[in-house]
């Protein structure tokens, strides 16, 4: 019996980003569910519950970083990984995501082989 693909919930306003980083994480084998905004992005997240979600910070509604620290304190989702993935690239924005749980944080413009790398990363560590 061949095991469910990865399902990773992408929550990005832009998008041609968005559209990228599905397309790269379906190649790699991953279901992908799409939203644009941090509020979709919660409940998408409650409903779903993706193997790994990857978020921008800049978002209409709630942030990203808001969306981490919610996420964290829900037991449903607490234990899902989050990517960070924000054109915010400062060693302050990074140590911050990472303290609103993220559990990575990648730069923008980013590697599409990197983006795929770390997500797999990220899952092989959640099992």
Known sequence: MTPMPSTVLIAEDDEDVRELVAQRLAAAGYQTVTVDNGNAALTAANLQRPDLIVLDI???GL???TVCQQLQGLSRTSNIPVLILSARSRDLDR???RAMG???YLAKPFDSADL???VGQLLA???
């Open 58 to 60: 800049d978002m209409p």
């Open 95 to 97: 140590t911050h995501g």
């Open 125 to 127: 560590g959640a099992h």
């Open 102 to 104: 993220a559990s990575e």
């Open 63 to 65: 942030d990203g970083l």
């Open 116 to 118: 795929v790398e770390r």
